[in-house]
Nanobody, 124 residues
Framework: QVQLVESGGGLVQAGGSLRLSCAAS????????MGWFRQAPGKEREFVAA????????DYADSVKGRFTISRDNAKNTVLLKMNSLKPEDTAVYYC?????????????????WGQGTQVIVSS
């Protein structure tokens, strides 16, 4: 099973940008679709973005479409989430996830591995 470690979170003003990284170990991520989820205080964990094994397909939650970009580097075993035009409602703990199936990730399908999360706080 692949182990995932997120980094890059922090405090940023509204309108600012952050880049989250997910470093994988134990197994290559090339066999997984990869995704990002987030959980705000008092709310359920929600889908943010996903990317297919070969990067040909990406999917985003409507709330982040046009502002966030997911990418991956299978050679470096990393996944990135570039977040622009951040809003206070983007405040959450962001989690990296690995799944064998891209198409069900958005709907809460099977997730094989989760990272421990990285906190993002967007101030108004």
């Amino acid at each position: 099973q692949v182990q995932l470690v997120e980094s890059g979170g922090g405090l940023v003003q509204a309108g600012g940008s952050l880049r989250l990284s997910c470093a994988a170990s134990g197994r290559t991520i090339s066999t997984y679709a990869m995704g990002w989820f987030r959980q705000a205080p008092g709310k359920e964990r929600e889908f943010v973005a996903a990317i297919s094994r070969g990067s040909s397909i990406t999917d985003y939650a409507d709330s982040v479409k046009g502002r966030f970009t997911i990418s991956r580097d299978n050679a470096k075993n990393t996944v990135l989430l570039k977040m622009n035009s951040l809003k206070p409602e983007d405040t959450a703990v962001y989690y990296c996830a690995a799944s064998p199936i891209l198409t069900t990730m958005k709907a809460g399908g099977r997730i094989d591995s989760w990272g421990q999360g990285t906190q993002v706080i967007v101030s108004s």
